[in-house]
């Protein structure tokens, strides 16, 4: 099962306009990491939130974190056309194996 | 240094067949993943192993198998594909002091 579910499950912007995706999860992290995904590649690494942080800053991403509501957003300001991606929360429970479990993800379209 | 690699990029088969899908990591990565991602949703943990010479079972093992080679090679061998094994298929690998997952460019599987 989905540990990570996303809303929405897709998003059309303007550039220039913040984009602002959400994630829910069910159980206890260790950590919350976002990735995302361009059409027909891999998924890279964008930021990690440990549970014990509030919110974290990188470049035009802001993330939160809200472990008793069990729930993360990710905000992307200043969107480009080159952020058009998925984006997927995905948790990491703290066990030994260091597996991560994936919400369905978002679909961000960004028009220039 | 050429990350995580996977091949081939694309496979078609029927039902019935066999294959291996290969994937290899240059980062000296501890622990490796495989993955499948089905339209509209995020990936699923099928295998991982944790170090060279352990495998273990992720959320889909079913109609799966794998075998770390040696550090820097893990495979994931479907015996007798099924229509239901058609994916995108992602490898991964994770350092042991670090928290992201590097992704390789997946292998699109269809099974007829």
């Known amino acids: 099962s989905q540990q990570g579910e996303e809303d929405p499950q897709a998003l059309s912007i303007q550039e220039g306009e913040n984009a602002t995706m959400n994630c829910s999860y069910k159980t206890s992290i260790n950590n919350l990491q976002w990735y995302r995904q361009n059409s027909g590649r891999g998924l890279v690494h964008l930021i990690l939130i440990r549970s014990n942080e509030r919110e974290k800053h990188s470049g035009r991403l802001r993330v939160t974190l809200d472990t008793s509501k069990k729930s993360s957003s990710l905000l992307i300001t200043a969107s480009r056309a080159a952020d058009t991606a998925s984006y997927f929360c995905?948790?990491?429970?703290?066990?030994?194996?260091?597996?991560?479990?994936f919400g369905s993800g978002t679909r961000l379209q960004v028009q220039p | 240094n050429a990350g995580v690699t996977q091949t081939p990029k694309f496979q078609v088969l029927k039902t019935g067949q066999s294959m291996t899908l290969q994937c290899a990591q240059d980062m000296n990565h501890n622990s490796m993943y495989w993955y499948r991602q089905d339209p509209g949703m995020g990936l699923r943990l099928i295998y991982y192993s944790a170090s060279e010479g352990t495998t273990d079972k992720g959320e889909v093992p079913n109609g799966y198998n794998v075998s770390r080679l040696n550090k820097r090679e893990f495979s994931l061998r479907l015996e007798s594909a099924a229509p239901s094994q058609t994916s995108v298929y992602f490898c991964a690998s994770w350092e042991l002091q670090g928290y992201e997952q590097y992704f390789g460019p997946g292998t699109r599987l269809t099974v007829t």
């Open positions: 995905a948790t990491d429970d703290g066990t030994g194996r260091r597996a991560l479990t």
